[in-house]
């Protein structure tokens, strides 16, 4: 455990694992689902306190016949017995690797019971694509990445909007005028006369990207408010914001979503510093920043950076109320998973 300036508390996690790529919160204070990839390539999921003082409750996630799993989301789901968990992520079937293709997938059913097959779906786009990443899932929602490009592109590719129960992709997921756009997290807020509505983030790009060039890294976050009638399939998105994160000057893309008790939300932050004149990444660091709905848009109300004590590199992957989980880079040149906490 360390804390920084009094005010963010950071966990190491055990060696077992290679990442942390989602968390969620349950109905009990202070407990966490939190979901990830071990080093055997195969997937991680954890329930208790941020500290994880306990790696032996962390489970395996096998998608059946698959050579590698990754888990990206959780979601809680609130029942009689309290241990019921939608996951989502992405598996492989031939050689693992993140430039080998990969397939979306989604699990429901009983925390524990991971090793029943029947609880277990594939999540497939409308059309075929290389690498499918299911990144995120909240009240029987998920967003899902489909790209030619590579399973790490953050933007390259189609985003969509999957309904678990249906199992059926419902739409593709526009940013108004771009060329791209991915989406990384979404929130449940409530039902709403006939509506369950959501809140989504991610990023976006106006710029025609290719992997050769420096606009690889022209993406801004963006938050969007749907209304989804899961009865006629209905879709409504409203409230379109790019997010602005001053006084940075940067690209970013948010990682995910998560709402407050006061009305508010968290988006951990990937931002990105790239040199034009050298055409090359010298920047890459995480944070959180905190925003508000404000009539038909959202402002910024702080930011907060994220930075692992004494690392080089440190990357937000998810948020959950006042906690984040990510992987940093240490002064060997090592990635390791971590979790923090930050005072409310």
Not at 266 to 289: C, E, H, M, W, Y
Request: aromatic share 14%; proline share 4%.
């Amino acid at each position: 455990m360390i804390t920084e300036n009094n005010n963010t508390t950071y966990y190491q996690t055990t060696n077992d694992i290679l990442a942390w790529q989602g968390i969620c919160p349950t109905n009990i204070e202070d407990i966490f689902i939190i979901a990830g990839t071990l080093n055997t390539n195969f997937g991680a999921v954890y329930r208790g306190t941020i500290d994880i003082p306990d790696s032996n409750n962390i489970q395996k996630i096998n998608y059946p016949n698959s050579t590698s799993t990754q888990v990206y989301g959780p979601d809680y789901v609130s029942t009689c017995d309290n241990n019921f968990i939608t996951l989502v992520g992405s598996f492989q079937t031939e050689t693992p690797g993140f430039n080998e293709p990969c397939f979306g997938f989604g699990y429901k059913g009983i925390y524990g019971d991971f090793y029943n097959v029947d609880n277990y779906f594939i999540i497939e786009p409308p059309i075929p694509f290389k690498f499918t990443v299911v990144h995120s899932t909240r009240g029987g929602l998920a967003v899902y990445i489909s790209s030619d490009a590579s399973q790490l592109n953050i933007i390259l590719g189609k985003s969509y909007l999957y309904d678990v129960d249906k199992k059926l992709t419902i739409c593709e997921i526009v940013y108004p005028n771009s060329l791209y756009t991915t989406t990384y997290g979404i929130w449940y807020n409530g039902k709403k006369d006939c509506y369950d509505c959501y809140t989504i983030s991610g990023g976006f790009s106006k710029v025609q990207l290719t992997t050769e060039t420096e606009n690889i890294f022209d993406t801004h976050t963006f938050v969007v408010d749907l209304f989804y009638n899961k009865l006629t399939g209905e879709t409504l998105f409203k409230n379109w914001t790019e997010i602005q994160i001053l006084p940075i000057s940067l690209y970013n893309h948010a990682q995910g979503i998560t709402g407050l008790d006061n009305g508010n939300y968290i988006l951990p932050i990937a931002n990105f510093i790239f040199d034009t004149n050298i055409r090359n990444l010298t920047q890459f660091s995480g944070g959180k920043v905190e925003i508000k709905r404000c009539e038909n848009t959202f402002v910024t109300v702080k930011y907060e950076p994220i930075h692992y004590p004494n690392s080089d590199l440190t990357i937000v992957t998810s948020a959950a109320k006042n906690s984040v989980v990510g992987v940093f880079v240490n002064t060997n040149e090592e990635s390791l998973p971590f979790q923090a906490i930050t005072l409310k």
